[in-house]
C-alpha cells in the first residue's frame, strides 16, 4: 500500500462514512470519486437529521409550543455554526437557501431590482469568466437579458488559468457586479482572488464569489476574501442536499431588496403595501429547510472538529499523487494546471480518442465512480476543443490506494478499447 506523509487518518474517517463500505457490480468495493459532484455524509450528519425528524419537527420561528422552539433553536443554531465557520462578522449576514444555484440566482435578482447605487441596467456591465459553472453564467445572462446590461468575461489561457492580460478592459467604471468562481469545478484552477477584488474596488464594483468548490476543502474567511457575496452549498461538504448558503455585507443586505415573498420574510402586510423583516429573514420566504440546515450545522461541526487545514493539506498530498499517477498514463490529457501547487482536489482529463462517457462505464464497471460529461461548465469545453471530460475529485476520505484503483481502471479502460 502506498504511504505518503502528510495524510489524514484515513481509516478512522472512513468508519464515519457508510456507503464507503458499500459494494457494487459483484462484491467490489465503490471507489468513490466524485466529491465535486457531491459529497458523501458522516454518521453524524445522518444521526442529527434523523434526531430532527425524531424529536424535534416541527416549523420554525412562529410557534410557542415546546417541539417549535426546539426546532427554531436548532435552525439558528445552524446560522451560528456557518457564520463562525467562514467567519462571518455577523450571524445576521447568513441567508439559506435550496443550493448555490440559488444564493447566486438571488443576488442576480437583488441587483436586478435595486435602487442606485447597486441597480443593474442598460448602462451598466456584468462580468463573469469563462471557466464558470452555468450557475454562475445563466443568471447573469437572465439579468443582461431583462435589464440591457452588457455581459463581458475573462477568457483562459491554453494552461486552464483566467487571463487578466486586458482586466482594465474588462472591469471598467460601467461594471456594477464582477461574479467569479474561487475554485473551478472542471478545471480545478484556484482563482487570483485578490487581483479582480482589487480591480473591482478601483471602480466601485461589487464582487460575488462562487465558493462551492472552495468551501468543503479549505480554510473559507469571507472576511479574508474582502467580497461583497459568497455563496457555496451544503451537499458538496458532508451536508445534506437542499441547503445552500449566501454570505452578503450586511449593509448591503439590509439596503437590496428581497428576491422571493411570502410568509416569514415579513414585518407588516397590509392589503396596499407590506414591510419586510431584516436580513438574513428578508431573504428566506416561507418555511425554510429546516432539517437541511441542521444537517449543515452537523457537516460544519464534524468538518471543524478534523480542521479544515488538515484537510486541505490531506487533499493537496493525494491530488499531488494523483497528477503524478495519471501523467503516466499513455494518451491522458489533463485539461487545466498540471501543477498540484495550482489546483483543488478537482483533475478533469481526456484518454486518447475514447469518449469519456465511455471511460466512465468502463471505470464503473470496476466499482470506480467518476464524474463524465462537461460538468455543467460548457463554455470550458467548448475553449479547449473537447465535447467533455472524465472527472476524478478528491475528498478528506480520499486515499492512494484509490488514486491506484484509478490508474489501473484506466489502464483497463485502454485495453478494453484497443
Known amino acids: 500500500m502506498t504511504q505518503l506523509p502528510g495524510l489524514l487518518d484515513t481509516e478512522a474517517i472512513r468508519k464515519d462514512f457508510p456507503l464507503l463500505d458499500r459494494q457494487v457490480h459483484d462484491g467490489r468495493k465503490i471507489v468513490y470519486l466524485d466529491n465535486a459532484a457531491t459529497s458523501q455524509k458522516p454518521r453524524q450528519v445522518l444521526d442529527a437529521l434523523n434526531a430532527y425528524y425524531e424529536r424535534h419537527n416541527a416549523n420554525v420561528h412562529r410557534g410557542v409550543h415546546v417541539l417549535a422552539e426546539e426546532a427554531t433553536a436548532l435552525y439558528e443554531g445552524a446560522r451560528d455554526k456557518v457564520a463562525a465557520f467562514i467567519n462571518a462578522p455577523s450571524r445576521d449576514e447568513v441567508i439559506f437557501t435550496k443550493n448555490a444555484s440559488e444564493s447566486l440566482n438571488l443576488v442576480a435578482n437583488m441587483l436586478g431590482w435595486a435602487d442606485e447605487p447597486y441597480r443593474v441596467d442598460r448602462e451598466t456591465e456584468i462580468v463573469i469568466t469563462e471557466m464558470e459553472h452555468h450557475s454562475n453564467i445563466v443568471p447573469w445572462q437572465l439579468l443582461s437579458q431583462r435589464t440591457g446590461a452588457q455581459l463581458k468575461w475573462f477568457g483562459l489561457t491554453d494552461d486552464g488559468r483566467l487571463d487578466l492580460t486586458n482586466i482594465e478592459e474588462v472591469i471598467t467604471e460601467r461594471t456594477k457586479i464582477v461574479s467569479f468562481t474561487l475554485v473551478s469545478n472542471l478545471l480545478g484552477t484556484f482563482n487570483p482572488v485578490e487581483t479582480i477584488i482589487r480591480r473591482a474596488q478601483e471602480v466601485g464594483a461589487l464582487v460575488c464569489i462562487d465558493a462551492s468548490q472552495a468551501a468543503p476543502h479549505m480554510v473559507l474567511d469571507v472576511q479574508a476574501l474582502q467580497a461583497d457575496f459568497v455563496a457555496f452549498t451544503g451537499h458538496k461538504m458532508c451536508g445534506p442536499t437542499g441547503i445552500g448558503v449566501l454570505w452578503g455585507r450586511q449593509e448591503l443586505l439590509e439596503d437590496l431588496p428581497p428576491f422571493l415573498g411570502g410568509g416569514e420574510m415579513i414585518e407588516t402586510v397590509s392589503m396596499h403595501s407590506s414591510t419586510y423583516a431584516p436580513a ?88 470506480i465512480a467518476v464524474r463524465v460529461g462537461h460538468h455543467c461548465a460548457r463554455p470550458v469545453c467548448l475553449r479547449y476543443g473537447i465535447p467533455a471530460t472524465t472527472r476524478a475529485s478528491f475528498y478528506l476520505y480520499s486515499t492512494p490506494a484509490e488514486v491506484d484503483a484509478l490508474v489501473d481502471g484506466l489502464e483497463h479502460v485502454r485495453n478494453f478499447f484497443g
Open 280 to 367: 438574513p429573514h428578508k431573504f428566506e420566504a416561507g418555511t425554510p429547510p429546516i432539517a437541511q440546515a441542521v444537517g449543515l450545522g452537523a457537516a460544519v461541526d464534524y468538518l471543524s472538529s478534523i480542521g479544515m487545514d488538515k484537510i486541505a493539506a490531506h487533499e493537496h498530498v493525494i491530488t499531488e499523487y494523483a497528477v503524478k499517477r495519471l501523467l503516466e498514463v499513455p494518451d491522458l490529457r489533463i485539461i487545466g494546471p498540471s501543477s498540484a501547487e495550482d489546483r483543488g482536489a478537482t483533475i478533469s482529463f481526456t484518454l486518447g480518442d475514447i469518449h469519456p462517457h465511455d471511460v466512465g462505464q468502463v471505470l464503473d464497471e470496476q466499482g
